[in-house]
Each structure stands twice: as structure tokens, then as C-alpha cells.
């Protein structure tokens, strides 16, 4: 998988990345990273306008193209504004909320690493 700078990725972009056409036979482990940043101190890092790009993904991986996908892992880097504390301990919960199938499955061993940075 190749490199994309922060400007190009976006949650659609990861989504089309995996969106493919024909079973990934071979295909057992991902490694997804990603970065975020709390530019406005909202304390919602994953916008509910997202929850559509998210539940794609999250299907995507689960379903029936990867039926050999034994392990994801998500690793999250996590940028905080001073004063956002409050934030950082919602975040893990939110991202597991929007990837329920792959969180539940009794196929998939699911890993989500989240990294704080203030």
C-alpha cells in the first residue's frame, strides 16, 4: 500500500484503498494509521458526516471480499489542543462505535493502539 500525505487522506480515500472488486483470498493482515488533529477543540474527532464513510469501511473489511482477514489494526495518532483532556478519553470508545463489525467479530482479532500527543 503506498504512502499518502495528510492532505490527500481522507476517509474516502482509505475507503476506495480497500473498495475492491474481486475476493482478496490472500489478504490476512492490515495495518491502518492514521492521524488526527483536534483543529477546532469540538471534542468530536470523528464528525457524524463521516458515520456513512465509516460504516462503508467497516463493512468493506468485514464482509465477504477478505474472507482470509484474520487482523486489523488500527493505529492512532492522536494531536490534542491544550484543553481538550476532556476529548482524549472519548476517542477510543467513538472509534470503536464506528467499527462495529470488525470490533465484534469472532474472525477478525481486532487491535486499536491510540497515541495521545498535547
Known sequence: MRH???N???LNNIFQLFN???VMKHMNTINLWLELSDFMNTGNF???RLEMGWDKLD???AGPFYPSLSRVVVNV???FLEGSLRCASS???QLKERLPRLYASDRIEF???VKFHY
Open 91 to 93: 476517542l477510543a470508545e
Open 111 to 113: 487491535s486499536l493502539i
Open 77 to 79: 495518532d492522536a494531536y
Open 46 to 48: 470523528l464528525e457524524p
Open 4 to 6: 499518502m500525505s495528510s
Open 59 to 61: 463493512g468493506m473489511l
Open 20 to 22: 475492491v472488486n474481486r
Open 8 to 10: 490527500e487522506l481522507s
